[in-house]
């Protein structure tokens, strides 16, 4: 899956790209975890720890097609031997997700990068976990911490049915603290029954399709700021790429590589500076990922992204290159 935090309450920057490792990897298990879901458990081929990280983290798995794509790590934190990820068949995504159903097996060799967080696990006396599909993922990783800290929680977890839901045994220990809906039984999530009415000690950590998601942030209108926190699959509703919007063209300055390009309409900030031979790690480009985020060092930024937080955007110093763009004609990036 790919993960998407909503801006008022990502991760960061700081805690985004700590400890990140680039690395190979070989597939030590594969398993189906449900239909359509496959579970892979990576161990690094150096034998070395694997770096520490925290519920919502996700990797970048890179696949031999030279495609990347991100993944949320869904077993324990602890273990440094091991990642876990769990991968959805997308028929009418990318293809990534495709490659890795059709040709990963247990002894294939991948390469990891991260992990990164854009969706971690802040302290509360109380949380309620919405899951929904693959979405459920970033979510086991934040119930085993919430119940090792001792605080109240409970998740309603939803699917198209009950064979398409990933790692159903591996929540049943949890009793009556998980509720599972599958769709062609129960219908819709009952979000007002569960959500209840707002809660000042509790955290809401919603993960899964759009809808159930724009569901979940109506029903949590009028609690208090920063309760919900929010992990996408793709761009915000709104949110537009740099190709998709009326713009002029703007100067940009790569201090670091002392040169100065002209990006044309309809093309990236990105693309811009691949062209022009300076490297830059990327791998969404739609805003949602933070492999491209960029330091600012002079320039406006037109924040097109479903990532940085609202304090990070008025702060002006960073940008996802992928999409955002400068407001007036000119941009001094640290590149």
Do not use: K
């Amino acid at each position: 899956m790919t993960n998407v935090t909503s801006p008022s309450t990502a991760a960061p920057a700081a805690s985004r790209h700590a400890a990140e490792y680039e690395g190979a990897v070989t597939v030590v298990s594969r398993r189906t975890v449900a239909d359509g879901v496959v579970s892979l458990e990576l161990a690094p081929d150096s034998g070395a720890p694997l770096p520490g990280w925290r519920p919502g983290a996700h990797t970048d798995v890179v696949l031999p097609t030279g495609v990347t794509r991100q993944y949320s790590l869904c077993g324990p934190p602890e273990d440094t031997a091991l990642w876990r990820v769990a991968v959805l068949r997308e028929p009418d995504g990318r293809g990534g997700s495709r490659w890795i159903h059709d040709n990963v097996r247990e002894g294939t060799r991948l390469r990891v990068r991260g992990p990164r967080n854009n969706f971690p696990l802040r302290p509360a006396a109380r949380y309620l976990f919405v899951g929904g599909g693959i979405g459920i993922t970033p979510l086991l990783p934040m119930m085993a911490e919430a119940e090792a800290a001792g605080a109240e929680w409970s998740l309603l977890y939803g699917g198209r049915t009950h064979a398409s839901m990933a790692f159903l045994p591996e929540l049943e220990g949890y009793g009556d603290r998980v509720t599972v809906r599958p769709q062609d039984r129960y219908g819709l999530l009952d979000l007002a029954g569960f959500l209840g009415e707002p809660d000042p000690s509790a955290l809401v950590y919603c993960c899964g399709p759009a809808a159930l998601i724009e569901a979940v942030e109506a029903h949590c209108a009028g609690w208090p700021p920063g309760s919900l926190n929010v992990e996408r699959f793709a761009a915000a509703p709104g949110a537009q790429p740099a190709d998709e919007r009326g713009e002029q063209p703007v100067e940009v300055e790569l201090r670091a590589s002392g040169m100065t390009l002209t990006v044309p309409p309809g093309r990236s900030v990105l693309r811009a500076v691949e062209e022009a031979g300076v490297p830059v790690l990327y791998s969404c480009e739609e805003g949602i990922c933070g492999s491209c985020e960029t330091a600012v060092v002079e320039g406006e930024v037109d924040h097109r992204d479903s990532l940085l937080t609202d304090e990070e955007r008025a702060a002006g110093d960073t940008m996802l290159i992928c999409v955002s763009r400068a407001r007036g004609a000119r941009l001094v990036l640290d590149l």
